[in-house]
Structures are given as structure tokens and as C-alpha cells.
């Protein structure tokens, strides 16, 4: 089975992808790492500012070295796993034997 590489776009830095991306480090390791002081580590996850042009990109190579997104997957990207129509038709059996129980159950506690 193939993968399918997605055209590169620019990540919209957001809080929590920014503290996905820090991880364990410290706010002054990792602003330090891209260029920032500690506070304005603090501000970008805290959402009193976000990162300009310059440290989204700053950002962006940073998340590239480490690979972070890179197995990220878009939601609805698996394959079926089985004929839906036969599935379907196998539920519907089920609910109604299921609903065919309960009535004979009913019928007997009476």
C-alpha cells in the first residue's frame, strides 16, 4: 500500500500545536531554540500573541527537523474495511433478530 504525500502548506501555529512542538522542553530551551525570549514563549501558548511570519517559519523548519506532523494522517483516510452494503445488511439482520427476541421475551412474561 502506497502513501500519499500531501502538498506542503503552511501550518497555522496555534497554542496547542506549539505546546505539541515544545513538548517536554522548558519555555526558555525552546524559545531559545527559535529564536525568542521566554515570555513570548508564554504569550504564543496563552494566546496573548501568536508568532509573526518570521517565527511561524522559524517554527515550521523546527517542526520538520523533528519530523513532528509527519505521520500525521487526515481524518477519513482509512480504506473501508468491508463492503458497506453487505455490512449493512448483515446490522439490519441483526437488529431485527435482536427486535424479534425481545418481543418473544415480552409476549412470554405475560
Do not use: C, Y
Request: aromatic share 6%; charged share 30%; hydrophobic share 40%.
Amino acid at each position: 500500500m502506497g502513501t500519499t504525500t500531501l502538498p506542503k502548506r503552511e501550518i497555522q501555529w496555534n497554542p496547542p500545536l506549539i505546546r505539541s512542538l515544545r513538548g517536554k522542553r522548558t519555555q526558555a530551551e525552546f524559545g531559545a531554540l527559535v529564536g525568542v525570549p521566554q515570555n513570548t514563549v508564554w504569550r504564543w501558548e496563552a494566546r496573548r500573541a501568536r508568532p509573526d511570519a518570521e517565527h511561524a517559519r522559524r517554527l515550521s523548519r523546527l517542526a520538520e527537523r523533528e519530523r513532528f506532523l509527519a505521520d500525521w494522517k487526515l481524518a477519513g483516510s482509512l480504506p473501508p474495511l468491508g463492503d458497506l452494503e453487505e455490512i449493512s445488511k448483515r446490522v439490519s439482520a441483526m437488529v431485527q433478530r435482536s427486535l424479534a427476541r425481545s418481543l418473544r421475551e415480552m409476549a412470554d412474561s405475560h
